[in-house]
């Protein structure tokens, strides 16, 4: 299995564990105006100038790569850089101590895969990855990244803002498999999903991910999380039909999430159909 490298910038080349590298003429992006949309997307809401986005543009490499386990050994190859998922799907997640792949999370074209790896000693991926798909990643030199963030305070933003971001994800995972139980994480990770599509009601989310996934993400069983879905199906908090799920009670939902801030109506209407888990579950 070979992994291929088209630079856009100057044609290079490098063993990555027996990759194979090709190189388009020098200054040229495979992506045009393709990749600064993607770019534009992956800044967002920050607006870094035109001018920075064509200069990361025309610097970015990128990989592609079959579906599999990720080949790169590390964020800082070729280069030390940013790294976004410029075509496929990739599930990011962490080996169990059986050295099993734990999905925590997929991510889609214009999300970022790792953009803080490449600055630790020594450079490592902060998370494991798979690629569900054929995958094209492109790598945004932290070279690159300073020097134009040196005359756009926008991309300066932009760069805080999403390192803070992944800080405040995994602190987030991390408190929610700690200190919620079972149907608190489950409705934290619906009300997480449901960010950004306004007021409507009811709120309507497609489940993407299999159910196995959904489950390793919150830290518990298929088996466990569809009891848990089932009795919030049950309470009247949410309707399942196939993959689309229905939020009938939005409010009920945020009182199951953070019971000892919002209450407790849902907690007692879900008491009437059993129990389905503890923080350890």
Same mark, same amino acid.
């Given at each position: ?189 619906? #009300? +997480? @999903?449901?960010?950004?599509? %306004?007021?409507? !009601?009811?709120?309507?989310?497609? =489940? *993407?991910? &299999? ?17 848990? #879905? +089932? @009795?919030?199906?049950?309470? %009247?908090?949410? !309707?399942?039909?196939?993959?689309? =799920? *229905?939020? &009938? ?18 907690? +007692?209407?879900?008491?009437?159909? %059993?129990r389905v888990g503890t923080a350890s579950s």
């Amino acid at each position: 299995m070979s992994t291929c490298l088209v630079s856009s910038a100057a044609p290079f080349a490098r063993d990555l564990a027996a990759p194979e590298f090709t190189a388009p003429e020098a200054g040229r992006s495979p992506g045009g105006d393709g990749d600064l949309a993607l770019l534009r997307r992956a800044f967002a809401p920050a607006q870094p100038s035109a001018a920075s986005l064509d200069l990361l543009r025309t610097h970015s490499l990128v990989l592609r790569q079959p579906a599999g386990p990720l080949e790169l050994s590390s964020p800082a190859q070729p280069v030390p850089a940013w790294w976004l998922l410029r075509r496929g799907r990739v599930a990011l997640g962490w080996r169990n101590e059986q050295g099993g792949f734990v999905e925590q999370r997929l991510i889609g074209p214009g999300e970022w895969l790792d953009v803080a790896g490449a600055t630790a000693s020594p450079a490592a991926w902060v998370e494991d990855a798979q690629c569900r798909t054929d995958v094209e990643l492109m790598a945004l030199p932290l070279s690159t990244l300073y020097n134009a963030c040196a005359g756009d305070s926008a991309l300066m933003q932009a760069l805080g803002d999403l390192l803070s971001a992944r800080v405040r994800g995994l602190s987030r995972t991390l408190h929610d498999v700690v200190t919620a139980d079972v149907p608190a994480r489950l409705a934290r990770w619906l #009300l +997480r @999903r449901l960010e950004g599509q %306004g007021a409507a !009601q009811p709120a309507r989310l497609v =489940l *993407t991910e &299999l159910k196995q996934s959904i489950a390793a993400q919150l830290g518990t069983t298929s088996e466990t999380f569809s009891r848990a #879905l +089932r @009795r919030f199906a049950d309470a %009247g908090i949410v !309707q399942v039909q196939g993959y689309e =799920l *229905t939020v &009938l009670d939005a409010q009920a939902l945020a009182e199951v999430a953070w019971p000892n801030t919002r209450g407790g109506r849902a907690r +007692r209407s879900l008491a009437t159909f %059993g129990r389905v888990g503890t923080a350890s579950s």
